[in-house]
């Protein structure tokens, strides 16, 4: 992956994010992995809050999935 690519930093991102929201069912989330995909996003060159925005409610709608298949 290349440094200059902002979607796949943001879908870094939102995998990493995912694993945090659902660590209390699977166990502990690699947290550092998710410090480090959000310094990423944050400051590449085409950051904007509305990217970032996306990308938390794109993993919290992930975690919801992933809420609905266990349950």
């Known amino acids: 992956m290349s440094p200059t690519d902002f979607s796949a930093?943001?879908?870094?991102?939102?995998?990493?994010?995912?694993?945090?929201?659902?660590?209390?069912?699977?166990?502990?989330?690699?947290?550092?992995?998710?410090?480090?995909?959000?310094?990423?996003?944050?400051?590449?060159?085409?950051?904007s809050e509305h990217a970032y925005f996306l990308a938390v409610e794109t993993a919290f709608k992930n975690w919801e999935a992933m809420q609905n298949v266990g349950g």
Do not use: M, Q
């Open 9 to 47: 930093l943001c879908h870094e991102f939102t995998s990493a994010l995912t694993e945090v929201f659902a660590e209390n069912a699977v166990g502990l989330a690699r947290r550092g992995r998710f410090a480090r995909a959000r310094a990423a996003v944050k400051k590449h060159p085409d950051y």
